[in-house]
């Protein structure tokens, strides 16, 4: 298996503009997490999934932020329109059942000028 | 006040020497993680552990349910276990993980 795989791996963009993270998981895992890491906050739950149904997104830091999953394998961070301060790494994660270990992607770099 | 505390932040030491990275948590958990970042960037789980004392290669983990705290050990520590270490608890009756700050590690030959 490939792993979790994300892209792109690098992005940036300007103030305003609309930006799309994407991810896929690792097959037959129905566990989707979104991350994002800062210097200033560590690692940050965005929202996750269950079966491509969002279970908790109260780590979304705002309407400019939202995520889809429309099937198994695909799942969107969208940020509409970006700020510098959304400047960060995200991280998409998987894992078979809430409980167990999670696989995560490379992460793309986000940088919003 | 973070509910997951990582001490120390900071740690370098010897190739060869023994490692202890704690962690300590606030509220009861059903389980707790050790994740590796290397300086890449990319998050590695090394163990998910919610009683007792986990082994694999030089690194041990172990958890104190008792004393709401964790450690990570590396034995014979070499130069490439250079990275962040972060421990991240999953508290009752939910899937979130609530991350800590992380252990930065460097070992030098």
């Known amino acids: 298996d490939a792993g979790v795989i994300q892209s792109p791996r690098h992005e940036v963009t300007e103030m305003g503009q609309e930006v799309t993270l994407r991810c896929k998981p690792i097959?037959?895992?129905?566990?989707l997490f979104w991350y994002r890491q800062t210097m200033m906050r560590g690692l940050e739950l965005l929202i996750y999934?269950?079966?491509?149904?969002?279970?908790?997104d109260s780590g979304m830091p705002e309407d400019r932020f939202s995520a889809k999953m429309p099937n198994a394998s695909f799942s969107t961070l969208k940020i509409q329109p970006s700020e510098p301060r959304d400047s960060a790494v995200y991280f998409c994660a998987s894992s078979l059942g809430g409980h167990n270990e999670q696989f995560f992607g490379p992460g793309t770099r986000l940088t919003v000028l | 006040k973070n509910e997951v505390e990582q001490s120390p932040q900071n740690l370098t030491a010897q190739e060869g020497e023994f490692i202890t990275i704690n962690c300590s948590y606030s509220v009861g958990i059903s389980a707790l993680h050790w994740l590796q970042q290397h300086p890449g960037g990319g998050i590695v789980s090394l163990f998910m552990l919610s009683s007792g004392k986990k082994k694999h290669g030089r690194l041990i983990a172990t958890i104190n349910i008792q004393e709401k705290h964790s450690s990570l050990h590396i034995t014979a520590s070499h130069p490439r276990d250079s990275a962040v270490y972060i421990c991240a608890v999953l508290y009752y009756n939910t899937d979130k993980l609530i991350f800590g700050t992380g252990t930065r590690l460097q070992v030098f030959p």
């Open positions: 097959s037959g895992h129905d566990y």
């Open positions: 999934f269950n079966n491509n149904v969002p279970i908790d």
